[in-house]
Every structure is written in structure tokens, then in C-alpha cells.
């Protein structure tokens, strides 16, 4: 079981901008608690996501061990490239949804055009030698009325596991899935492709 902490995800809906300073010294001491795995920043636009804008420079404050895992989100091409030649990531992880309307107001993507910009992101990935991690956002169900079951999750797998991608992790986005329907999705997912990385990024229920 591999554990991983997401600061990043808590502070990027914060109003207030947190200087980079203080960013790097709480992850420096997540590392020191026993952390190897963090969601620490993400290379997406300063006006979508002010408060990530000085990912650069939080990472330059870090300089994390070789033994950390150090994830950046990207969304684009651009960002994974920003991503790369900061030398301090080790992942990129990417928002895929099915959830349309979610794709459309977190990264202004169709689900074709997440997929072709996914496509960009694993070939700089690849070639720069970092992995790539997937997050199926809104993969309890979303907020918007789209249409969701458990088969059209099992159905986005395939579509991810055709691109060769063999880390995927369900994300509670909204905080809004009950432990049987959190047993019930990774059940019908593990059933059929328990030999990918599978992950559940969770949150805490909004009561």
C-alpha cells in the first residue's frame, strides 16, 4: 500500500496566497514524518489556480530527497514541460473525469481533448523519465447531473489502460461517496484490472 499525502488539493482552494516559503517547510516536514509519496504542486494556469502559481519556486526551496516522490499536476503539455524542467518532480499526474462538465470547468477540456492533451503529457513524461499518474475526478458521482455508473468508470479503465497508463487513482472529488459505495466502485474496478496501480484519493464528507 503506498500512502500519499495532497496538500496541494487543500491549499489550492485556499483565498489567501501562502508564501512558497511556508509551502516548502511543511512538506519539508511531511518528508520528516515518514512521507515519500506527496502531491506537493501543479503547473496550471496563475489565473485558474493563483495559489499554485509559485510551484517553481516552492520546489526550488525543497530540493526533496531522492528517495521522495514528489507529484506535480499538469493539465496540458505546457504545464508538463514546466513540470519536467523544474528537475524536482518525479510524476505528473493528470485530472481525467467523466464527468464532462467537470472537465470543462476544471481544465476548459472536452473528454477527447483530455485524452489527446494525456496523450502529449505520457510522451514528455516518457521521454524525460517520470512516471505519470491518472486521477479519475468525480469518480463517485458529481455535482452536475452528468451521468455516472460504476460501467461507465470501468469503461474510462479501458480507455486509460489503452493509452498504456498503469496508475489510476478514484478521486472523491467533492467528498460526497459512502464506504459502500467506495467498497462497491474499487470492488467492480479491482475485479477487472487488479494488475494496475489502483488508487483512492479521498476527502473528508462535507457534515
Known amino acids: 500500500v503506498k500512502l500519499i499525502e495532497c496538500p496541494r488539493d487543500a491549499w489550492q482552494g485556499l483565498k489567501g496566497v501562502i508564501p512558497a516559503d511556508l509551502k516548502a517547510d511543511y512538506l519539508k516536514a511531511l518528508i520528516s514524518t515518514g512521507f515519500k509519496h506527496i502531491d506537493a504542486v501543479s503547473f496550471v ?15 526550488k526551496e525543497l530540493d526533496p530527497p ?13 504545464g508538463a514541460q514546466r513540470a519536467i524542467e523544474t528537475q524536482r518532480v518525479s510524476r505528473l499526474g493528470f485530472p481525467y473525469s467523466i464527468s464532462e462538465t467537470f472537465l470543462r470547468k476544471n481544465q476548459n477540456q472536452s473528454p477527447e481533448e483530455a485524452l489527446e492533451e494525456l496523450e502529449k503529457v505520457q510522451e514528455k513524461a516518457d521521454n524525460a523519465g517520470r512516471g505519470v499518474i491518472v486521477y479519475i475526478s468525480m469518480a463517485f458521482g458529481n455535482p452536475y447531473g452528468d451521468p455516472w455508473s460504476v460501467n461507465e468508470l470501468v469503461d474510462a479503465f479501458e480507455l486509460l489502460e489503452a493509452e498504456d497508463l498503469h496508475t489510476i487513482s478514484l478521486a472523491d472529488t467533492v467528498g460526497r461517496a459512502s464506504p459502500q459505495q467506495i467498497s462497491e466502485v474499487v470492488g467492480a474496478v479491482l475485479r477487472t484490472y487488479d494488475y494496475l496501480e489502483i488508487g483512492v484519493h479521498l476527502h473528508s464528507r462535507p457534515e
Open 45 to 59: 494556469s496563475p489565473k485558474a489556480v493563483p495559489q499554485m502559481a509559485d510551484s517553481e519556486e516552492v520546489l
Open 66 to 78: 531522492d528517495d521522495v516522490e514528489i507529484i506535480g499536476i499538469v493539465v496540458n503539455e505546457k
